[in-house]
């Protein structure tokens, strides 16, 4: 069964987008435990898309139903929001309190999850993301990976089935988004159902399944080798390859016999270091 089934919903911000809507036709299914990156240009209607999981929107047309409850059913909005947390791309507008550790109490206590199950949980989403020896830090005074991971640890308290990351790695630093693209690799490892929407394509290679949006569409859908092997896909969407990839598409062009799209430098090198 999905967790997660998005069918066939639109949505526009104001009566004068109806003629080009934000989001037009969108369907899409996760279960439990994937991993899917969800990619396209600015307005493409990624962030759109992922503010309805957990009904901070609601489709004018369609339906999204998150463990079986209808987003559009507000008895079921909390529920839905318990069941599917979501990371924003700038921290600071998710952190609320002076010390981490209340920081990451605030979803509990506001729930009325009971105090002694709140420690428990403060300390186990803390330590999740490897931020146990900082709960007793002022959150102002960590950098942006860790503040990050800190945003993370609050979903996490309030024991989510999956989470959204709305580009969470947008205004970090290299360092800072190897640490919360480690973060998000070891959630999903734990069970966690991930959608991440990115803008850097290395981020998409990360991920179980590839989703490319234009112009509030999805326009393709697959494996990450299968959607980075698609040139022509990504040019529509006014997306460039990672690097590496691009380089293997520039050496097929030019006739070199080379077989499936490498997701990884080191395959790229095997690939040419065969070639006869």
Not at 109 to 137: T, W
Request: aromatic residues 4%; proline residues 5%.
């Amino acid at each position: 069964m999905a967790i997660v089934e998005v069918k066939d919903i639109t949505y526009s911000y104001t009566c004068e987008d109806s003629i080009s809507p934000a989001l037009s036709g969108v369907s899409l299914s996760a279960k439990k435990g994937d991993f899917i990156a969800i990619i396209g240009h600015n307005g493409s209607g990624k962030s759109t898309f992922a503010r309805h999981i957990n009904a901070l929107f609601l489709p004018a047309l369609g339906h999204v139903m998150i463990n079986g409850m209808d987003t559009k059913d507000e008895a079921h909005v909390w529920d839905i929001r318990k069941c599917a947390g979501m990371v924003f791309q700038n921290p600071d507008n998710q952190l609320v309190a002076t010390i981490v550790e209340e920081d990451v109490a605030f979803g509990p206590e506001n729930i009325g999850v009971p105090p002694k199950e709140i420690r428990q949980r403060v300390d186990a989403a803390l330590d999740q993301v490897g931020m146990s020896d900082f709960k007793e830090r002022a959150p102002h005074m960590l950098s942006g990976g860790q503040k990050q991971r800190v945003a993370i640890a609050g979903v996490l308290a309030m024991h989510p089935d999956i989470i959204v990351f709305d580009e969470p790695t947008a205004m970090l630093d290299p360092e800072g988004r190897a640490e919360v693209l480690e973060t998000i690799r070891k959630l999903n490892s734990e069970g966690k159902t991930i959608l991440l929407i990115t803008h850097y394509m290395e981020e998409a290679l990360q991920a179980d399944r590839v989703v490319v949006m234009t112009g509030g569409r999805i326009t393709k859908t697959g494996t990450p080798r299968e959607v980075f092997a698609d040139e022509q896909a990504l040019k529509d969407a006014g997306l460039c390859a990672p690097p590496h990839i691009a380089l293997y598409h520039r050496l097929r062009a030019q006739g070199l016999k080379m077989d499936e799209c490498p997701l990884t430098i080191e395959e790229l090198v095997d690939k040419i270091c065969q070639l006869n």
